[in-house]
C-alpha cells in the first residue's frame, strides 16, 4: 500500500499536524539526536504493527518508547535508585534504559514484543521533545529505516527508504550524535546491551562500577543480530588501502574517498557514519573499505555498526 508521505516543517503547525496524525493511528518519523525514529502511538496496537510492516521488522524485535519526563517513565516501568542516578547523569540524551514493566502500563504488547521489560529513552532533541509536548503521550520508535538497512540520519534518508509506506516525515536536519542510543538493561544487574551514543566509560563512571558485557547467547536484545545497518555494498573492515574496485572510507589522515573524520575525533567520527555509508553506497561501489577505528569512547559503538555491516547477510 504506497501513500503519498507528507513532509512537515519543524513548527508548531508542523507539530500539531504530527500529533493528529500520530493520534490517527498513523506513522510519523521525526528526529532524535541520535538518529531519525519512525513513531507510532505506543498504546495503540493496529499503529504499532503498522511500524513492523512498513520496517518489513521481525515481530519479535521489541521497539524503544520515548517519553518526555521521568514522570512519564516512572508510570510505565518499575523504577529504582539506579534508574535515577543514570537518568540524572544522561537524560535527556542518547541513553536507553530497559527496565521491568509495571503493571497497568496500557502499551500495546507489540512494542515489548512480549517481553517483561521495556526500553525507555527521554530524547534531547528540540523537535523530538515538541512532538512529545504536543502528542502528550509515548512514542513507540525504531530508526526510521528498513530493517537491516543503514540507520537514517536525515530526512532524506528516511525519505530514500520509506517514502509512500509511512504519513508523514518531520524534518529538523541532520542528526548531530549520529549513532543510535546506548542500551543498558537494568532489569539485573547493570548491562550494556548495545553501544552507542554515551560511551560505557562516562556510564561506569556515573555507577562507580564497570557495566557487566551482554551475553548475547541470552538474546535479551532480539534486535542485536549479527547482519544490521547493511549497505547495498560489502563492507571490508580495518582496510588500510584501497584494493580495485573499492571506495575507502577512512578515519584520521589518510587518502580516501570519504573521511569520518581527518583529525581523528570519534565524536564527528560517529555523527557522519551512517551519512558517509548512504553517500558512498550511492556511488555503486561493489565493497566499502573501511579504515581501522580505535576501539574507546564512541569509537566502541562505530565498530558495532561497521561490524554488523560486514556480517555475513542472512
Ligand atoms: O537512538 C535510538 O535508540 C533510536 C532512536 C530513534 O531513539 N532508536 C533505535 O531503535 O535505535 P531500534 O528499534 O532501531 O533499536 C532498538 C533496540 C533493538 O535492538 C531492540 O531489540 C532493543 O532496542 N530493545 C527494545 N526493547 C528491548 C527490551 N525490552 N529488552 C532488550 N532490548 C530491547
Ligand atoms: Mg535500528
Known sequence: MQNPTEMLHPDTPGFERAADILRSGALVAFPTETVYGLGADARNDRAVARIFEAKSRPHF???????????AAKKLVEWSDTANILASAFWPGPLTLVMPLRQGHGLSPLVTAGLSTLAIRLPTHPVAQALLAAF????????????????????????QGLTGLIDAILDGGACDVGLESTIVG??????????????????????????????????TAPGQMASHYAPGAQVRLNATSRHDGEVLLGFGPTECDLNLSRAGDLVE??????????????????????????????????????????????
Open 61 to 71: 524485535n521489541p521497539l524503544i518508547v520515548h517519553l518526555p519526563s521521568v514522570d
Open 136 to 159: 502528550d503521550g509515548p512514542i513507540a520508535a525504531p530508526s526510521a529505516n528498513p530493517s537491516g538497512q543503514i540507520s537514517p540520519t536525515t530526512a532524506a534518508h528516511v525519505s
Open 186 to 219: 537494568l532489569a539485573d544487574t547493570p548491562t550494556l546491551l548495545r553501544p552507542g551514543g554515551v560511551p560505557s566509560e562516562a556510564i561506569a563512571q556515573a555507577l562507580g562500577a564497570p557495566l557487566a558485557d551482554h551475553d548475547s547467547d541470552a538474546l
Open 269 to 314: 567520527a560517529a555523527a557522519n557514519l551512517f551519512g558517509h555509508l548512504h553517500a558512498l553506497d550511492a556511488l555503486g561501489a561493489g565493497t566499502i573499505a573501511v579504515s581501522p577505528i580505535p576501539e574507546t569512547g564512541l569509537g566502541r559503538a562505530i565498530n558495532d555498526r561497521l561490524r554488523r555491516a560486514a556480517a555475513p547477510r542472512g
